[in-house]
């Protein structure tokens, strides 16, 4: 499989407990991006990594938010301490220059 | 921050018949992209533009990338059912140094509903 794969699909915790979410990007591609959608809006960005490094960070990502891509292959994306405003789509991307690759997503549900 | 203005915000059309989105923005963008998207899925990349005045086909879409760098409209004909999806335009701004940003702006989409 070529494409980029989430894991998981969708999880539902409860408020105030800690998640974590990968992507495996599409192997070749040296730029990964984590985006946010919330219902009824267009993806929102969130971070992105070039190789292992983290080059920029939105001010979406609060403290409460952790991303990471050891030796630059797959990525995780943590929340800690998660609040219902968390409830969202979480969608990983990866490039090699231009044209982003979309994964399925993770359905993240705090109740 | 920027913003992309994305109209309309949802079409109900008949099979058969051809549909205009279009995306305008307060700002240039160097690089203008058309998603779909399924319900549960992530964006599916349909087309990408890279040049001002860019007009580009695929199969029956067509998507042309604005004079003034600010805009950009798709295009589908004779639509089928299984175009039924939200669509995303989305843009790569122009960075402080003059190259391409890496970071994608999104409109808010345009839902589009075929009646067979």
């Known amino acids: 499989d070529t494409g980029v794969s989430q894991d998981p699909r969708h999880k539902i915790t409860k408020r105030g407990q800690n998640v974590t979410f990968r992507c495996d990007p599409i192997?070749?591609?040296?730029?990964l991006y984590w985006y946010r959608q919330t219902l009824g809006q267009g993806p929102e960005f969130l971070t992105y990594f070039q190789n292992e490094a983290q080059l920029e960070k939105s001010r979406l990502l609060s403290d409460r938010f952790s991303a990471e891509r050891p030796k630059g292959s797959f990525s995780t994306l943590e929340i800690q301490r998660t609040e219902q405003g968390d409830s969202a789509m979480y969608l990983c991307?990866?490039?090699?220059?231009?044209?982003?690759?979309f994964g399925s997503g993770t359905r993240l549900t705090v109740v | 921050g920027q913003q992309l203005n994305q109209s309309p915000q949802s079409m109900f059309i008949q099979e058969g018949e051809d549909v205009s989105m279009n995306c305008t923005s307060s700002?240039?963008?160097?690089?203008w992209l058309w998603y779909k998207q399924d319900p549960g899925e992530g964006p599916v990349l349909l087309i990408a533009?890279?040049?001002?005045?860019e007009l580009t086909s695929n199969g029956r879409l067509t998507a042309q990338f604005g004079i003034t760098r600010k805009d950009s409209f798709l295009n589908i004909s004779a639509s089928i059912p299984s175009d039924v999806g939200i669509y995303f335009c989305?843009?790569?701004?122009?960075?402080?140094?003059?190259?391409?940003?890496?970071?994608?702006?999104f409109g808010k989409g345009t839902l589009l509903t075929v009646n067979p």
């Open positions: 989305a843009g790569q701004p122009i960075s402080n140094s003059g190259g391409s940003n890496y970071k994608l702006t």
């Open positions: 192997s070749e591609h040296n730029r």
């Open positions: 700002s240039i963008f160097n690089t």
């Open positions: 533009l890279y040049k001002a005045g």
């Open positions: 991307a990866s490039s090699p220059i231009y044209g982003y690759t």
